[in-house]
């Protein structure tokens, strides 16, 4: 395939790394003529386009890495372009999938958002890899106007870079990053900026840093233009999440200021817990089992079938869409771990579809 990068930073560099090792022709563009030569002579694009119409020339797929802000802009021109598959890598996604929709009414079943949740120490182009995706969660955001064919095809290219699909609603999305990305973000800053408030104690302050301080707070070191964008972006979700993260925090300082000892021991436990239970990668295991669900050859199927897998924590391994000759219904076949097969035929049939489950030895 020839593939489209919009923005060769640290998330397009490495695409465009894995893309171009799987043999596909990767051409790039940037607005920073200095970083795209860098990421040619590091291997991340093949080639350079001038703008983003040269981009869109002959491109099969279009990967756009660029700020918050500028996404929905560049989705636009590069449909318009006619480019068959758009996607994206920003955090936030309801806003830009919603203007996508405004702008482009005609081709936005052909835009599906996505949020690849990979990232690195070294920024920049610099910092690119290849492997930066392999075990990691890649969001997909299809909606009930998003072509099959288009989300099959860019489910298949994110799984050849040996990253996790998962799939949620663009609102679902927003909210869900709202606790695990922005607030965490939030919260670092601000505990550094109070911790070194006081200028005579500063120096005493980084010879006491621990562990445990250096950890929270090192996501505080991030570039503040990337986020300037995010966290203005998906305000009405980081509102929210932001509210339960105070009702929290005032909760353990009453629990503090009482001595409660025993709800002190209860709060720890269970956020311990809690913790060891985080997913640290794909976990697939060994036994499977192929679900047969009769679709209407209507839109949104997939998309309804995908993000509740999503919203269930189901890692779907493998999906296949069957469409009957006589048109008007089809069948819908996805491989997903044995022990996740239940609750996740459950929520379908729920939802009103059949399905047939086969155990996969």
Not at 44 to 69: K, R, T, W, Y
Not at 83 to 92: A, H
Not at 327 to 356: C, K, R
Request: charged share 20%; with cysteine.
């Amino acid at each position: 395939m020839r593939a489209a990068v919009i923005g060769t930073g640290l998330i397009g560099g490495s695409i465009g790394l894995a893309l171009a090792e799987l043999g596909h022709d990767v051409v790039g563009f940037d607005r920073d003529s200095d970083r795209l030569d860098r990421a040619r002579k590091l291997g991340a694009v093949g080639s350079i386009a001038g703008d983003l119409q040269h981009a869109a020339s002959g491109a099969d797929v279009a990967f756009v890495a660029l700020p918050v802000g500028a996404i929905a802009d560049a989705v636009a021109q590069l449909l318009e372009g006619g480019v068959p598959l758009v996607t994206d890598v920003g955090s936030v996604k309801g806003p830009i999938v919603a203007e996508v929709a405004r702008r482009c009414p005609a081709h936005a079943s052909r835009f599906i958002g996505g949020h690849p949740m990979a990232g690195s120490e070294q920024e920049g182009i610099d910092g690119a890899r290849p492997d930066l995706f392999v075990g990691a969660a890649w969001v997909l955001t299809p909606t009930p106007a998003t072509a099959e064919d288009a989300y099959t095809t860019l489910r298949g290219l994110v799984r050849d870079l040996q990253a996790e699909v998962v799939a949620v609603t663009p609102e679902d999305h927003d909210v869900l990053v709202s606790f695990v990305s922005h607030v965490p973000q939030l919260a670092a800053s601000t505990l550094m900026d109070v911790a070194t408030t006081h200028e005579a104690q500063h120096r005493a302050l980084l010879r006491l840093a621990a562990g445990g301080f250096r950890d929270m707070t090192r996501i505080a070191a991030s570039q503040p233009t990337i986020w300037l964008d995010i966290l203005t972006s998906n305000r009405d979700a980081i509102l929210g999440a932001l509210d339960s993260y105070l009702a929290g925090l005032q909760n353990a300082r009453a629990i503090v200021a009482s001595g409660d000892r025993e709800a002190l021991e209860a709060l720890l436990d269970r956020a311990r817990a809690a913790r060891r239970n985080l997913p640290v990668g794909i976990s697939m295991t060994t036994k499977l089992v192929e679900l047969r669900i009769p679709v209407p050859d209507r839109p949104g199927v997939l998309a309804e079938v995908t993000t509740l897998a999503g919203r269930l924590g189901v890692n779907v391994a493998d999906v296949e869409i069957a469409h009957s000759k006589e048109g008007g219904a089809g069948v819908l076949v996805l491989i997903v771990a044995a022990d996740e097969a239940g609750a996740f035929e459950a929520g379908l049939h729920q939802l009103g579809y059949h399905t047939g489950r086969t155990d996969i030895a």
